[in-house]
């Protein structure tokens, strides 16, 4: 099912102050999930209420710093899509619910798209995901996303969001400043659920 959610978060120079509420539209078909735009305001970010397919309209808020190179940076719509349902994912990863004693979190893959992009332009950090658990059970799912320039830390936009078991592709694009400084920039996503989680690199390249 399709969601779009409207929500506006306000950001300070020195303080994150987050409020308003999410509104969401039901359509006739599953994946292609949109959270609020998100913009940077002095090193840091503006964040959306995003939703999930449970229905819920306060799954989660999408946070995080832009600094260094980054900041002035400006984060677009979250969104994601649901690649495999929770019995397909079970079936894939052969995962037994009934004994299983913990959470499976794996990260497929992740990408930086395009590899190699202008100061300006706009890079999406992408990363596919299941998550299993309990079968049927709604998990509490954090994704991370660390980027660094040269070993520093430019950027952490991070957002906690509602989700049934399943394969998930979720995308955070990035508009780079026009000032952006130039190098290879690494981005460490991290996806955890209920002391589980998985760690996997991508990068791209600023020229």
């Known amino acids: 099912m399709k969601r779009t959610i409207a929500a506006i978060l306000v950001l300070s120079t020195l303080t994150l102050f987050t409020g308003g509420c999410a509104t969401m539209q039901s359509e006739e078909h599953r994946g292609a999930v949109t959270g609020a735009g998100v913009g940077a305001v002095t090193g840091g970010v503006i964040g959306?209420?995003?939703?999930?397919?449970?229905?819920?309209?306060?799954?989660?808020?999408?946070?995080?710093?832009?600094?260094?190179?980054l900041a002035g940076a400006a984060i677009g719509h979250y969104a994601y899509d649901q690649k495999r349902t929770e019995e397909q994912a079970q079936q894939q990863y052969a995962y037994n619910y009934d004994k299983s004693q913990v959470n499976l979190v794996r990260i497929e893959s992740v990408s930086s798209a395009p590899r190699t992009v202008k100061p300006g332009e706009?890079?999406?950090?992408?990363?596919?995901?299941?998550?299993?658990?309990?079968?049927?059970?709604?998990?509490?799912?954090?994704?991370?996303?660390?980027?660094?320039?040269?070993g520093t830390l430019q950027g952490k936009p991070a957002i906690t969001v509602q989700r049934q078991g399943g394969t998930y592709e979720s995308r955070v694009p990035l508009v780079l400043p026009a000032d952006a400084q130039k190098g290879e920039y690494v981005v460490e996503t991290t996806?955890?659920?209920?002391?589980?989680?998985?760690?996997?690199?991508?990068?791209?390249?600023?020229?």
């Open 48 to 69: 959306g209420v995003i939703g999930s397919q449970s229905g819920s309209t306060t799954e989660g808020v999408l946070l995080g710093a832009l600094v260094g190179g």
């Open 122 to 150: 706009k890079v999406e950090l992408v990363a596919t995901y299941t998550v299993l658990g309990r079968q049927g059970a709604t998990f509490e799912v954090n994704e991370v996303r660390e980027v660094r320039l040269k």
């Open 191 to 207: 996806v955890s659920c209920a002391g589980s989680s998985d760690t996997r690199e991508s990068t791209f390249t600023v020229n």
